[in-house]
């Protein structure tokens, strides 16, 4: 049985991981198709990332730039691979 203390060492460890890996996400759309996406519009499914909250123009920006984006958010994090976009 472990300890409480190893608990929330393990969910304070996945917390961390998901913050980084949002963040990458978020410098990348900054850097690459120069729009500013807040960390709780990101989320993920599967190998999917979701954005939610955006409008059509950046949409568009995305959708052009998107093999470009997947291949610099996985060079920039070795966590989660990332196929799609959406």
Same mark, same amino acid.
């Given at each position: @049985?472990? $300890? ?5 060492? %393990?969910?304070?460890?996945?917390? @961390?991981?998901?913050?980084? =890996? %949002? +963040?990458?996400?978020?410098?990348? *759309?900054?850097?690459?198709?120069? *729009?500013?996406?807040? *960390? ?5 499914? $599967?190998?999917? !990332? =979701? !954005? %939610? ?10 959708? =052009?730039?998107? +093999?470009?984006? *997947?291949?610099?958010? #996985? &060079? #920039?994090? +070795? !966590? &989660?691979?990332? $196929?799609?976009? &959406?």
């Amino acid at each position: @049985m472990i $300890g409480i203390s190893e608990f929330f060492k %393990r969910i304070k460890g996945a917390h @961390m991981r998901e913050v980084i =890996i %949002r +963040t990458a996400v978020k410098d990348s *759309l900054k850097r690459i198709a120069g *729009l500013d996406i807040e *960390l709780e519009a990101i989320s993920f499914s $599967g190998d999917s !990332l =979701i !954005l %939610r909250n955006l409008s059509s123009s950046a949409r568009s920006a995305i959708f =052009i730039k998107k +093999t470009v984006i *997947l291949e610099d958010i #996985n &060079r #920039n994090q +070795t !966590l &989660r691979k990332i $196929g799609d976009i &959406r």
